[in-house]
């Protein structure tokens, strides 16, 4: 085989083995209809337990 042909069937073969290796789930939540409450309303991190500039940390941990 010449050496075109042979990269040509390596690249096609590596392309086919990357689209195999995605997993797609058996089912997707529909989105939350309108009205209705966020089943997750909270943000991340929680902006109450994060230290506010100028203060120390509430954790037990102190740096100098």
């Known amino acids: 085989m010449s050496k075109t042909l042979s990269l040509t069937v390596l690249a096609l073969a590596c ?6 290796c ?4 058996k089912f997707v939540d529909s ?3 309108e009205g209705q409450p966020d089943p997750f309303p909270r943000t991340y991190p929680n ?15 102190q740096f100098p």
């Open 15 to 20: 392309t086919l083995a990357l689209a195999g």
């Open 22 to 25: 995605g997993k797609k789930p």
């Open 31 to 33: 989105p939350v209809p």
């Open 47 to 61: 902006p109450d337990l994060d230290p506010k500039p100028g203060k120390p940390a509430g954790s037990g941990v």
